[in-house]
């Protein structure tokens, strides 16, 4: 759970190790099979899902942590080329969690997208 914690955040917050292994009981645990065949999936299905043709109707946000190491901030680049209509921002000082880590921007940005959406 550290290693997860430690993954997420780009400066992770300190979190007592009781409450990490009594989430990992409660929470992680019992899934713990069926999350590990999800990546399982995930990998083995990978060339079906890059093959796959994705476009939408409706604008796309994309609020991505810049120090990513889970879904790297290329990755967003990449989608950002190959969707039409998304606006895409990259936040500084931030991993997978940037709703978390910079919460002020990524609501900034978040609210800004909906009200321009509400016009």
Do not use: C
């Not at 300190?14 to 995930?42: C, M, T, W």
């Not at 946000?61 to 290329?74: C, F, H, M, R, T």
Request: net charge negative; glycine share 4%; proline share 5%.
């Amino acid at each position: 759970m550290k290693k997860l914690v430690k993954a997420g955040f780009h400066h992770p917050p300190p979190v007592p190790s009781i409450f990490l292994k009594s989430f990992y009981h409660e929470q992680y645990e019992s899934n713990a099979d069926g999350l590990r065949q999800l990546l399982v999936d995930l990998q083995n299905e990978e060339a079906m899902y890059a093959e796959m043709e994705y476009s939408f109707s409706f604008p796309v946000l994309l609020l991505w942590g810049e120090k990513d190491d889970i879904v790297q901030a290329s990755r967003a680049k990449q989608l950002h080329d190959y969707l039409t209509r998304t606006e895409l921002h990259v936040l500084s000082r931030s991993k997978h969690f940037p709703n978390l880590e910079q919460h002020r921007k990524f609501n900034h940005h978040l609210l800004q997208f909906l009200h321009e959406g509400s016009d």
